[in-house]
Every structure is written in structure tokens, then in C-alpha cells.
């Protein structure tokens, strides 16, 4: 299996559900007929009435040389590719993750939590003799300003120093779920999913009925994660939803996260499309909500309600994370070249986007042209710092150069980031393994030697690496 996920990268839909899975709320998940969209007819590769399926595999033999090939293409109606997108809903992630450095997941800059709410003190700093014990007054005024503290810096994106300043009102206040919200939104923002789920279940835990909290959880559970047990957090995912749907019936977001929820299960069906109605009906300008409902009437096969859906959506898509995500889509289908103007005028829009500057180094990256995906990849390490995917394929570039001791330094900092999962994949060709190969074919045995020995920390079953440490040995 891991083979197969390895060597092959099929059509998969989004996640901000591009990066892998349903979870990235695709504004622009399928190619449409002549005619169906003004984006269509701006992309020459997309005016066929007919969509095609490309399958990008990599091949082991040839390393990075020949890492993406395009397989036979054939055509595909847009209903069979629909189906087609929801049997490799699991695994999609995973290969994609090898292939090309990585998922960004969940369309983090289009559905961002608002912040918890706050009021800063007039005076913040007291004067006075200070009481050996603060009163539970003056607990909740520190409170609120470490809150108010967190909320500017997650703003300006430095996410550090909002981290920090939830963590020190939960200092003051550790059964408070706004300071634990505030995390989650930082974790969001940095698409570290686990962290998020793991705050925003302490929010619920202490704010039970706050459809904030819920709505927040339901989005952070249904973003790809590799090696997770996706069905459980799928269908807990609808659970908060629908949960705060009944709390606040007239939240146009919580119907469209609970619609997300049940694609992400695999249901397309009327309670699916009335819930994604409920939210456009609530927010006529509701964009992801439009293009959640054209994707369930497309699998129904009700093109004539679909299109128009769909059109709207792109057609309103003026800002970067929409864009984005536009991007994210075509990139999904391997329409690298027509995501490349879409990303560029997302940076335009904001130099500093994150998903822009992972998708552009990421488009370089396909085509080997590690010397140009640099710049972006490095500088979306530098926005987000804390993201695995954007650190693994900055070292696989590097290691495309043939820059091994930059690769060998970046995969380290990604190894402290990884899951599991990952640090198996950082162990293999594109990773530690690869490392290691190219010092031994530069004649550096010991180092060679040294990243081999990493990887087997990061895989320690794995006996082809046992057998390369082995052979590094005998050259020292």
C-alpha cells in the first residue's frame, strides 16, 4: 500500500478539499464544458466538453529526474469523476503527500474562526501596591487582556506570540474555553490540525453550547490528516455541526460545515443539498456555501442547476484564500501551469498567503524546477513555520538541487513536525533515505552514514535502510 500511495497520485478534490480530501471545501473542484464558466474559457486546457483524467506517477528507478509522469489519458463524464474522487477520499492524502511534498489542508484561509471576544482594560497597567493574591476581579481584567493580547497577534500572524497569550490566560483561567478557542484558531491558522481538535475539544468541554466552539471542532476534524482514522472524526465532525445548527438555527457557517461533513462521509443526498440551500438562503453571498451545493447537485447529475452555482462562486472569487483554493483545485487535477496565474494574483493580493506561496513552490516542484519553488517555499516556512508539508518539500527541492546538507537541515526541522506517518515518508527516497544516497554517490560515506542512521530512527523496521547503513559502514 504504501508502494502504491508512493507511485501514484490520481485525481483528488479539496482541503485547504484540494491537499487531498473533501475536507478543503473546493471552490472549483471539476473541469465543466465549453461555455460553463468564464474560467473555463480563460484556461485553454479546460475548453474540451470533455474533462480529462491524468495520473501523475513518480518513478522510483529515476529519482527526481523523472518524479511526475502522466499516465494514458481518457475521458471521464463529470459524474463518474465525482465518484471517482470519492472511492480515493481515504488515500488521495497520503499519495499526494509523498508525491508532492505535502497538503496544506483545510481551507484555513477561507473559513477562519473569528476570535474570541475580549474587552482590554483601560488600564492595563495598575499602579499601587499590589495584594499578595489577586481578586477574581482582577484575575478576569488579566484575563480579557491576555485574550485581547492574542486576538491582535493572530491578526498580525505572529502566531507565536498568540500562542503565547492564550496559554497565559489559561494560566488564570484554565476552565475557560474562550482562551482554549484562541488557541484553536492559532492552530487552524497554521493548519495543525491535531493541536486544533485537541483545543477546540476543551472549548466544547467548557462551553458545551457555544456554537463557535462546535462549528470551529467540525471544520478542524474534517481536514486530511495522514494516517488518521478519518471515518470517527468524519461523523464526529457531523455530529458538532448539526449540533450547532440547532443552537443557532439562522448560522449560515454551521449548515455549510455540516454539509461539509456529510460529503466528507460519502452522502449525497437531499438532506445534504437542503442543508448547503439552508446556508445560501441564510447568505445569499455566502461563495463556499454556492459551490458546496454545485458540487452535490453535480453528483446528482442536475448540471442545469449546478452550472450557474458553480459560475457565481468563481465569478465572486475576488480575494487570495479564494482564490487559493481556485488554485488548489486545478492543481488537484494537474493543471499545474493554469493554477500558476490564478496563485500569482493571490499574492498580489497578499505577498505573505501561505496556501499561495505552498501551491506556487509546490507547481515549480512538479516540473523540477526546484531552483524556482525555493524562494516561495522558503518563504511560506518563514509565514508558517510550524507547517510539515511546506518544510518537506523545501527539503525535497533541496535535494532535487542536489544541496543535500540544506535538505538534510530542513528535514530535520520537519521530522519535529511530523506524525507518525509522515516520519515513516521522511525515512524513504524523498527524505533521510534520499539524503543519505546522494552523499554515498558524492563519496561522503560518513555522512551518508549519518542520515541513514536518521532515517532508520524515524523508521527503525525498515531493513533496506539496515542494509545501506551496512554498506556506508564498509566505505568509512
Known amino acids: ?29 471539476l473541469r465543466f464544458p465549453q461555455n460553463h464558466t468564464q474560467f473555463a474559457r480563460s484556461c485553454p486546457k479546460l475548453r474540451s466538453s470533455k474533462s480529462e483524467l491524468s495520473v501523475i506517477r513518480s518513478s522510483e528507478r529515476r529519482g527526481f529526474s523523472k518524479m511526475f509522469r502522466s499516465a494514458p489519458k481518457c475521458f471521464v463524464r463529470f459524474d463518474l469523476l465525482i465518484l471517482l474522487l470519492a472511492s480515493i477520499l481515504i488515500w488521495a492524502g497520503v499519495a499526494q503527500a509523498q508525491e508532492t511534498g505535502g497538503e496544506l489542508g483545510g481551507g484555513a ?3 477562519r474562526p473569528k476570535n474570541p471576544e475580549a474587552k482590554r482594560s ?36 505572529k502566531f507565536a506570540a498568540a500562542e503565547s497569550s492564550y496559554r497565559a490566560a489559561l494560566r488564570l483561567k484554565p476552565r475557560d474555553s474562550r482562551a482554549f478557542y484562541g488557541l484553536g484558531n492559532v492552530f487552524v491558522d497554521q493548519q495543525r490540525w491535531e493541536d486544533a481538535e485537541d483545543a477546540y475539544r476543551k472549548a466544547v468541554e467548557f462551553a458545551p453550547n457555544s456554537p463557535e466552539s462546535l462549528v470551529a471542532l467540525s471544520f478542524a476534524l474534517v481536514q486530511p490528516r495522514t494516517g488518521a482514522v478519518n471515518a470517527k472524526r468524519f461523523a464526529d465532525a457531523e455530529s458538532f455541526a448539526r449540533r450547532a445548527t440547532q443552537l443557532q438555527p439562522t448560522n449560515a457557517v454551521g449548515f455549510d460545515r455540516l454539509g461539509v461533513a456529510m460529503i466528507a462521509r460519502g452522502i449525497f443526498n437531499s438532506e445534504t443539498e437542503a442543508t448547503f440551500r439552508r446556508a445560501v438562503q441564510l447568505d445569499p453571498n455566502f461563495i463556499l456555501a454556492k459551490a458546496h451545493l454545485a458540487r452535490v447537485l453535480l453528483h446528482m447529475k442536475r448540471y442545469s442547476e449546478a452550472n450557474p452555482l458553480y459560475k457565481s462562486a468563481i465569478d465572486q472569487a475576488k480575494d487570495a484564500p479564494t482564490l487559493v483554493l481556485i488554485a488548489d483545485g486545478l492543481q488537484a487535477e494537474q493543471h499545474w501551469n493554469e493554477s500558476e496565474p490564478v496563485l500569482r494574483r493571490a499574492l ?30 522558503k518563504k511560506a516556512v518563514e509565514v508558517n513555520p510550524k507547517n510539515f508539508a511546506t518544510h518537506n518539500l523545501l527539503g525535497r527541492s533541496y535535494l532535487g538541487m542536489g544541496r543535500l546538507d540544506a535538505a538534510f537541515k530542513t528535514y530535520e526541522q520537519a521530522a519535529a513536525l511530523a506524525s507518525d506517518a509522515d516520519r515513516k515518508q521522511l525515512a524513504g527516497t524523498f527524505g533521510f533515505g534520499g539524503v543519505g544516497d546522494g552523499y554515498l554517490k558524492a563519496r561522503r560515506p560518513q555522512e551518508a552514514l549519518r542520515a541513514y542512521q536518521r532515517a532508520l530512527q524515524l523508521d527503525p523496521n525498515n531493513t533496506e535502510l539496515q542494509n545501506k547503513i551496512a554498506a556506508a559502514r564498509g566505505r568509512t
Open 109 to 111: 484561509g477561507i473559513f
Open 348 to 377: 498580489e493580493l497578499d505577498s505573505q498567503n501561505p496556501g499561495a506561496l505552498f501551491l506556487l513552490g509546490r507547481r515549480f516542484a512538479v516540473y523540477e524546477k526546484y531552483a524556482e519553488a525555493e524562494p516561495f517555499l
Open 122 to 157: 483601560s488600564n492595563p497597567s495598575r499602579s499601587g501596591p499590589r495584594t499578595p493574591r489577586a481578586n477574581p476581579a482582577e484575575i478576569e481584567e488579566k484575563f480579557q487582556d491576555a485574550i485581547a493580547d492574542g486576538n491582535d497577534a493572530r491578526d498580525a500572524r
Open 1 to 29: 500500500m504504501q508502494r502504491s500511495a508512493r507511485s501514484s497520485i490520481g485525481i483528488c478534490s479539496l482541503g485547504l478539499f484540494g491537499y487531498g480530501t473533501f475536507a478543503l471545501d473546493l471552490l472549483f473542484t
